[in-house]
Structures are given as C-alpha cells and as structure tokens.
C-alpha cells in the first residue's frame, strides 16, 4: 500500500503533486491556482494582514515588538498578529489549505515546507527577492536550505529569518561538584549521565524528550554515536543501519534510570522548564532555548556546547531545518504581506528576533552584531558548523511526508521504545519502509 494513500493529508499532497506535474508550464505554481482554487490578489499594500507565528507562545512576545515597529514604520498596514504553538502549527495549516481560512503571511520552515508547496499554497517569492532591499543580503546556504526543502522544483517559497542549531546544555556546578569533565565526547555524556543520578534525591544526569518533537532528538543521538554521516545509500534510508540500532538503544536506556519519569510525554517547553527548575544535569535541546536557561540559572550555572563528538573524534549531527516566513497564495493583500517579510527579516528587526530566539540571523549585517559574540552557544555553534569538526546528516525535507512520519507516526512509537514495548530495531525498520517508500514516491513524482 503506498504511504501516500494512508491518511487524507497524504492523498491530498500526493494530488497536489500530480497536478503540479501534469501542469509543466505551471511547476512552480505559477498558473495562479492557489489552494482551493484561490489565486489571490497583489492588493493595494494597505490595510490589515493576517500573520501566524509558528511559534507561539514561545516567540509571541518578540514578533509583537517587530509588528509594532512595522505598522510604526507602514501606519497605513495593519497586522493582525495569531499565535500558534509549534506543535500545532502544521495541522492548523493543512486544514486551513483544505477549508480555507489561510492567514496572509506565516512562518514556514524547511520541516513542513514541501507539505504545504505541494498543495500549491505558497507564493513563489523568487522574482519579489530579487528586487527588494533584501537582495543579497540573507544567508546564502540559508536561502539554499530552503529552496532545496520546498519540494524538489529550487523555488523559493520561503525567506529565511534563523538557523538552528543542537546544543548540548549543562549545568557547571553540578559537574564541578561531582567531579566530572565536560560531556564533549559520548562517552563522558553517558558517564555523566549515571554519575549525577540520585532518583531518591529527585536528581538525575539527563533529560530525554519523549513528547511531540522527539525524533529529530532521537535521530541525532544515533547518527552522533554512529557516526553515519549520509541519511541515504542509494535509495534506501541508513536509517536502520545496526549501528543506529545500537546507538539508539543505549540512548534509549537513559529513560527512568538516568532521567525523570515525566520525560515521557515532555515536549521542548515542558521539558526546558523541567531542567531550569529542577537539578538535572544535561539537556539537549538547541539555541531556541538559551535565554530562557539564563533567565532561570543564571550564565554562570551552565554552557551550551556543540553536540559530543563520537569515538573516532568527529562530531556528526542531523540537520536542524531553517525558519522562515512565507506569503500564503491566497492573501488577497501579497504586496502588504511582502512589505512585512521584507522588514521582519532586515537588518535590525532580524538581529532582534535572532538575540531573543538566540539563533543564527539570516539577514548577513544582523550575523554580525555584537550580541552573538557575547551568546557563547550562538558563537560555538557557529564555529561547529565552519571549522571542519562536524559532518551534517541532512534529513530529507523535501519529502511531503517527512513531516507526518517524523511526527504523527513514529513519535508515539518512540515512548514504545522508551517504554520498553517495542524494540528499537523495529521502530527503525518501521520508519525507514516509511522513507524508503515516500522517497521512490517522491523520485516517480519528479521524473
């Protein structure tokens, strides 16, 4: 049965793309259909827009600042602004693309990307980059990211805002207390992990994510230990690969011998907020959630350091996708939402966004502001990415339905595993005939 007929969202995507084929003058949607057959207009670039963070809650407070200074600076645009949580955010969307009811402008990051350009929702912003001010001053390999994960046609359908990047959080005073060095390779991560367990106390070495949002953390501790640097050979995933296989299960052991019980269900938020409060030692999350440990510890109680390097001394971690911003093809005001676009990712806005988010600006004049010097994981991980210590396993985004196999599927077989209710082999296995029959899908579909 193909994976593209199991669930609705699939069988819609997978229409979508039939009819971007069976259009080739129009691959890049640009016959003007847009979802459910609205094309939109251009407006008049006056009045309100509607505008989604795919982040709400977590990022509400900043993107308020840079739409006041927007309407300040464009008093004939109103935006209208609708917090959605992360984990949230996709279905929303996909029902709205069904339904109607898009906003005029939302974020859109390379992991749901190829979902939402196959079903011809997104406006090509290619031409409309070339000609603003933003023209040659966003991150190219960013820019790159994003054109590579909107479905396999190099259009551009979102404009960068952020990078990310997994950093491995922990707390100095409790390593210095017990004695220990820093988790900068597996083995001291694992070390650490059991040294600094007390259950009996409440404390414990680690916390795993076991909620929404925990593969891509799961995938990361197994090609780290690994050492797979390529998620394909050939056509077939590595996914699986035995040596995943056992990394995975001895990250998957951590659970309730070295971690709290609540990790089960704990997505990013509720897990960040378990390791400010309490007295665990690490956390891995990424740069989205510096601030708030300096806000809760204090700089002085913990680092932020890259991923730990494997045993043959190489540092190997899974892509952490781009963020971006997208103007949705049925906004009856695109040159407004563009107008928002173009000024949440200049210069300044976009230095603001990135030092609350404590992430890596896309805007080029914005990476090199003062404040990234001073936010040590934003500065490690940055010279992690460029000085040759660390190969980058890129997950497939452009597939339609990376999205729902990495989350809705797999994310509650991943609490069987910590569970002890399915093995990690066959949690593997499972997700990778998934992939492997999504990517041949995806090789038919695009010649």
């Known amino acids: 049965m193909k994976i593209s007929i199991r669930r609705s969202r699939r069988a819609a995507i997978a229409v979508a793309l039939g009819s971007v084929l069976a259009l080739t003058a129009t691959a890049c949607g640009d016959d003007g259909s847009g979802a459910g057959g609205d094309k939109g207009d251009e407006g008049s670039g006056k009045g309100k827009i509607v ?44 029902t ?34 070339a000609k603003s001010s933003l023209s040659g001053k966003l991150n190219e390999n960013m820019v790159d990211s994003l054109k590579a994960a909107g479905g396999g046609d190099g259009t551009l359908y979102s404009i960068p805002t952020s990078a990310n990047n997994g950093v491995l959080y922990y707390r100095t005073d409790l390593f210095k207390a017990a004695g220990l060095d820093e988790p900068t390779t597996w083995d001291k991560f694992y070390e650490a992990a ?53 990394a995975l299960e001895k990250y998957a052991a951590l659970y309730k011998k070295d971690t709290p019980a609540a990790d089960l269900n704990n997505d990013f938020t509720k897990m960040v907020a378990q390791w400010d409060s309490g007295t665990i030692g690490m956390l891995n999350h990424n740069l989205g959630s510096y601030q708030d440990h300096v806000k809760a510890l204090g ?40 107008k928002f676009i173009e000024f949440a990712t200049s210069h300044a806005e976009n230095s603001k966004f990135n030092k609350s988010a404590g992430q890596v600006p896309s805007n080029n004049d914005a990476a090199k502001d003062s404040w990234i010097a001073e936010a040590e994981p934003t500065k490690l991980a940055a010279a992690a990415l460029t000085d040759g210590s ?46 492997n029959k999504a990517q041949a899908e995806w090789k038919e579909q695009n010649g």
């Open 51 to 94: 505008f989604w963070d795919n982040n709400g809650g977590v990022r509400t407070d900043v993107w308020k600042e840079i739409i006041a200074d927007f309407q300040k600076a464009n008093p004939d645009i109103k935006v209208e602004y609708v917090g959605i949580a992360s984990t949230e955010y996709q279905s929303k969307v996909d």
């Open 390 to 435: 660390t190969s980058i396993v890129q997950l497939p985004y452009y597939l339609p339905d990376w999205n729902t196999i990495s989350k809705a599927d797999n994310e509650p077989n991943f609490q069987k595993v910590l569970l002890g209710d399915m093995s990690a082999k066959d949690f593997l296995d499972t997700m990778a005939d998934q992939l």
């Open 96 to 129: 709205a693309i069904q339904g109607g009811g898009l906003p005029d402008v939302g974020g859109v990051g390379a992991a749901m990307l190829a979902g939402f350009s196959a079903q011809k929702a997104l406006e090509p912003l290619d031409d409309r980059l």
């Open 299 to 338: 700089a002085d109680k913990f680092r932020g350091i890259p991923q730990p390097v494997g045993s043959a001394g190489k540092r190997v971690q899974v892509s952490n996708p781009v963020d971006g911003l997208g103007v949705f093809k049925s906004s009856k005001n695109k040159d407004a939402a563009w």
């Open 194 to 246: 059991a040294k600094l367990t007390d259950s009996k106390k409440n404390e414990f070495g680690y916390t795993i994510r076991g909620g929404a949002g925990s593969i891509a953390q799961a995938l990361d501790a197994a090609y780290g230990q690994s050492g797979i640097t390529s998620f394909w050979n050939g056509d077939k995933t590595t996914l699986n690969d035995p040596k995943n296989v056992a």
